[in-house]
């Protein structure tokens, strides 16, 4: 590590965007490292310090401490997630055993702990304004969620399940990948692609293309079950080839398989929960989050599930009718698209051309933005991001004052993981004094060079629901990093995004992107008004999927360590906990299977997934809200923004909503939209 790392300092750059330019690989580990013993020492300093503990000795300088190594952090984990190779892949694997047992050396210092404890045992008494409050209670929860006042016989044993996890959970992630990756379908005659339109079809070639197989197509898988060309494809033999591969993800008998890391993973959380003295992997992580304990999300799915699986069924019958034959997985997105066609008069095919990815970025999402919290952007080409692919734009406030920074990064790639995500580069503060960077990612296919970007109405919906994310970070407005943006409850964190999902539509929203990419013609208000009026369409297969997948989380995560021994059959597992909830419903698999379930056993939503439909309560009702008060306007977005945007986690997130609200949540909103009252 030396002075010539870009890490070394905080950047020089507008908005402290990282200095891309600079960083290379041999980077990252010296500065991870030389950031962990700079953090140890600034702990060390926190407990030397003569006297008394106060909140700004202790708090205040632990949010000060571990600058470089969060600047390391945020830097490299956008880039293994968006832009990996092989050596990326070896430092991570390095790195993330390390980190784990950097974080314990924090967390589960007795020292540290005993000091947080004695200011949260006096809190009442230390004069503290309702954000200091906050975050002294945030630092001991958490502290105690993760084990500090655990003996040492039992933090060491902790130090040893949470390093082994952290290596688990980097192989997995890397099988997905690669698995991912492997089980792209080639295709030998563009026959066989009967019924993709002229941009996938061009789309296929080049990815094959770039794969060494010109003059064929490929068609590469994506993260969930399924794929979006099922709805189109009308070779029925392809169809099923596709959605077969796609659930082989991670679930063959090589060097990705990823159900020994599974069997290895509930087992050491099973074992770690045991020690916090909770039952169960689920009890630890949900009593931190707002439903507080599993009995409680457990209530409402269950109020969800049958009328999901019923409404499945009855679609599935109306498919059978269009098709006259049997309705398989691989046929559901095809005769969906027919059904909804002869129901609706709604052929989202012929869609694409209104939906160009320029119009719906500047017209649509940035739009809305700026007539409901008077924000405008400008791209900026100048600024180096991480990759060439990824483009910045720079945010300012009404009164043209700088806001942040976002940076779009829409294609997918053979180094980029699946699915659409937010993450920063910097985090929104007033202790710092820095300014948001906040990145989306998604994985939409490139189109050849020359051709425009044409998307789904589901790529639409994609988008906005990330920018929703990017504007949680950009609209941010507290003191501390640690309560910034979206550092919310894990079942909170999806609320605001589902809620940008409603300007859509929005008639004002609609008209002013939904474009025809040649003529500029309006997507037809029929159109708009069938999509309206099919909002409940599919929604009992597109409940179930996601049920199914929410339920097989919580069934992984609700075995005790003697339970979880004794599994051995990944496969067995899944179908027996997805059967004994009523979803096992074949045409409809479940979203997401458990050996590429990323986002529990790669990512930060074990025993968490349920908090997408947990969030859509609260979502549901604050477009009620919003409909109730006038729609896209300032005062509105105003108020959204000053009540709940731009908390962060600065407060407890329930009490955010009722801020906002004026009340609790009601969940009728929510029954209603998904078509199960």
Not at 43 to 65: R, W, Y
Not at 161 to 167: A, H, Q
Not at 316 to 328: F, H, P, R, V
Not at 348 to 373: C, D, H, Q, W
Request: charged share 25%; glycine share 6%; proline share 4%.
């Amino acid at each position: 590590m030396t002075i010539a790392n870009p890490f070394a300092q905080r950047s020089a750059l507008d908005y402290e965007l990282p200095p891309f330019a600079l960083i290379k690989e041999e980077h990252y580990l010296p500065a991870f490292y030389e950031g962990c013993t700079q953090q140890l020492a600034e702990v060390q300093a926190i407990l030397d310090t003569p006297g008394a503990a106060t909140f700004e000795n202790t708090i205040v300088a632990l949010e000060k401490s571990g600058q470089m190594l969060m600047r390391t952090l945020l830097v490299f984990f956008n880039k293994s997630s968006s832009d990996t190779n092989d050596a990326l892949d070896k430092i991570e694997e390095e790195m993330a055993p390390k980190l784990a047992a950097h974080q314990d050396a924090i967390n589960l210092n007795p020292a540290l702990y005993a000091r947080i404890k004695s200011l949260y045992d006096n809190r009442e008494s230390l004069g503290l304004n309702t954000e200091d409050a906050w975050l002294l209670e945030r630092y001991y929860k958490d502290l105690i969620h993760a084990g500090a006042h655990l003996s040492e016989s039992q933090r060491d044993r902790l130090k040893e399940l949470n390093e082994e996890l952290s290596k688990l959970e980097t192989q997995f992630s890397k099988n997905v990948l690669a698995d991912t990756n492997d089980l792209a379908v080639l295709v030998d005659t563009i026959e066989e692609l009967d019924g993709l339109s002229e941009n996938e079809i061009a789309s296929a070639a080049a990815a094959a293309k770039d794969r060494g197989h010109e003059g064929k197509w490929l068609i590469g898988m994506v993260n969930f079950s399924g794929n979006p060309v099922l709805d189109s494809l009308t070779n029925r033999a392809l169809r099923k080839k596709i959605m077969q591969d796609s659930l082989l993800k991670g679930n063959r008998p090589n060097e990705n398989d990823n159900k020994p890391v599974i069997l290895k993973v509930v087992k050491l959380r099973a074992e770690r929960a045991k020690l916090f003295g909770k039952n169960t992997h689920a009890e630890h992580v949900i009593a931190v989050q707002t439903a507080e304990h599993p009995d409680n999300v457990h209530a409402m799915l269950r109020k969800i599930a049958p009328a999901a699986v019923r409404n499945a069924k009855a679609e599935a019958e109306d498919l059978k009718k269009s098709a006259g034959t049997d309705i398989e997985s691989w046929d559901w997105g095809f005769y969906t698209e027919q059904v909804r066609l002869e129901k609706y008069n709604i052929d989202t095919s012929k869609m694409r051309p209104y939906f160009e990815l320029e119009s719906v970025l500047k017209n649509g999402i940035f739009f809305a933005a700026n007539k409901l919290f008077g924000i405008t952007f400008k791209e900026r080409p100048d600024l180096v991001t991480y990759h060439p692919e990824a483009r910045a734009f720079e945010v300012f406030n009404e009164d043209g004052s700088k806001l942040g920074l976002f940076i779009g990064d829409f294609y997918t790639r053979d180094s980029k993981r699946g699915g659409a995500w937010m993450n920063n580069l910097v985090d929104q503060n007033f202790l710092f004094n820095q300014l948001p960077v906040v990145v989306n990612n998604l994985n939409i296919p490139k189109p050849p060079a020359g051709k425009p970007t044409l998307l789904t109405f589901s790529e639409t919906t994609t988008l906005f629901h990330e920018f929703g994310h990017a504007l949680h970070g950009l609209l941010s407005q507290v003191k501390y990093p640690r309560v910034s943006g979206t550092s919310v409850q894990r079942d909170f964190v999806e609320f605001p995004s589902q809620v940008y999902e409603m300007w859509i539509l929005w008639p004002e929203v609609v008209e002013n992107y939904a474009r025809h990419f040649e003529t500029g013609e309006k997507l037809p208000q029929e159109w708009i008004d069938n999509l309206d009026a099919a909002s409940t369409f599919n929604e009992g297969h597109a409940t179930t999927s996601y049920l199914a997948a929410a339920i097989l989380d919580l069934a992984w995560h609700s075995l005790d360590s003697e339970e979880a021994a004794k599994v051995s059959d990944v496969e067995a597992f899944e179908a027996q906990a997805i059967k004994d909830y009523g979803l096992d419903f074949a045409p409809v698999p479940t979203r997401y299977r458990s050996t590429y379930f990323s986002h529990i056993f790669a990512g930060g939503y074990s025993a968490g997934y349920y908090g997408y439909i947990w969030s859509e309560v609260l979502d549901a009702d604050t477009v009620d809200w919003f409909k109730e008060n006038g729609g896209l306007q300032r005062k509105n977005g105003e108020h959204f923004r000053n009540t709940l945007l731009g908390r962060g986690g600065s407060i407890d997130s329930m009490q955010m909503f009722r801020n906002f609200r004026g009340r609790d949540s009601k969940i009728e909103p929510l029954l209603k939209r998904r078509g199960l009252l």
